[in-house]
């Protein structure tokens, strides 16, 4: 059983900065693929980022065009911890940010039906 904690969410101001953190636990970190999703009020749950399990390897990642050169996925396996960090933040990247991790693919994927595990979220609400 693999069990994810997100943090770092909080209030910031259009332009302005934030990194999450997801901490695993349960198999071995570098063994399975991480991403990250988000939902806002009255919307269905997007995708984000992903990153896949050859972080040693360098990494290989994708993105959601909306945030594609704003937000950066990366992983620390000594940490068991899974990093957002989000910049040049609007107020459309309001949402609860959700990460997400796969014991039965060797590759992230852009579908939330792929991840079996879930964390409960961290609220992320920028500001204009």
């Known amino acids: 059983q693999v069990q994810l904690v997100e943090s770092g969410g909080g209030l910031v101001q259009a332009g302005g900065s934030l990194r999450l953190s997801c901490a695993a636990s349960?198999?071995?970190?570098?063994?399975?693929?991480m991403a990250w999703f988000r939902q806002a009020p009255g919307k269905e749950r997007a995708f984000v980022a992903a990153i896949s399990r050859f972080g040693s390897f360098g990494s290989v990642s994708d993105y959601a065009d909306s945030v594609k050169g704003r937000f950066t996925i990366s992983r620390d396996n000594a940490k068991n911890t899974v990093y957002l960090q989000m910049n040049s933040l609007k107020p459309e990247d309001t949402a609860v940010y959700y990460c997400a991790a796969t014991l039965r693919l060797g590759r992230a994927t852009m579908t939330s039906g792929t991840y079996e595990y879930w964390g409960q979220g961290t609220q992320v609400t920028v500001s204009s």
């Open positions: 349960g198999p071995t970190f570098s063994s399975y693929p």
